[in-house]
């Protein structure tokens, strides 16, 4: 099994439906990162987690929310998507502020 | 503003020929550099981590090199299994704990 896993790997939804992006470690890592890559724009922070109760807004949150439901979960809403919300999305862990660990990704595509 | 650029933007090489990928970058305090390997589709792994002036870091046919300004990821002898996009980050120092990428350099390795 994939240390960081993501579902769902591919989604297409229309505008203004609400989605959840879930991500699950088994690394024991406590920081997780939520990341968008868009063609041309390279990879984005929307959100990170340095632990349960620790939630902080990255460079691009608008639109965006987060759960950390575990030390081992981290899930990502698009509460109504829209067209411009269509990317790559990337989780990802790390010990301390040390090397990532990035899931599959979750390529999403919003009509 | 904390920036990462990255040159070339793709880079053909044939089979055996060396070569070298750019990035510069623009931080307060560098903390750390990282290099990261991204196949298509898939999440970026990690390559090389540089932290002052000087270091070198080599994986086989890899070598990442630091300066005050840039790094370079030198290609020795690249094989077809080498094509990926090459991805450069960097961590700054001042408690902000966040990496900042760059936009990546798209290597084509022919037979």
């Not at chain 1, 960081?4 to 024991?28: A, D, F, H, Y």
């Not at chain 1, 990255?58 to 965006?64: A, C, F, L, M, V």
């Not at chain 2, 589709?41 to 994986?59: C, I, R």
């Amino acid at each position: 099994d994939a240390d960081v896993t993501q579902t769902p790997r591919n989604r297409i939804t229309k505008t203004g439906k609400r989605i959840m992006l879930e991500c699950s470690q088994t690394k024991g890592h406590d920081r997780m990162y939520w990341y968008r890559q868009d063609p041309g724009l390279g990879l984005r922070l929307i959100y990170y987690s340095f632990d349960v109760k620790d939630i902080n807004k990255g460079e691009i949150s608008d639109g965006y929310s987060v759960s950390r439901q575990a030390q081992a979960k981290f899930s990502l809403s698009l509460e109504s998507a829209i067209p411009n919300q269509t990317a790559l999305y990337f989780c990802a862990t790390s010990y301390g502020a040390n090397v990532l660990t990035f899931g599959a990704g979750s390529r999403l595509t919003v009509l | 503003e904390d920036q990462v650029t990255q040159s070339p933007e793709a880079l053909r090489l044939q089979e055996g020929e060396s070569s070298s990928l750019n990035c510069s970058y623009t931080v307060s305090g560098l903390r750390g550099l990282f290099w990261y390997r991204q196949d298509p589709g898939k999440g970026p792994e990690f390559l090389f981590t540089l932290y002052s002036a000087g270091e070198e870091k080599e994986k086989e046919r890899l070598k990442a090199t630091l300066t005050k300004k840039e790094s370079f990821l030198h290609i020795t002898a690249p094989k077809p299994e080498d094509s990926a996009t090459y991805l450069c980050a960097v961590l700054r120092g001042g408690g902000s704990e966040k990496l900042v990428f760059g936009k990546g350099t798209k290597l084509t390795v022919n037979p």
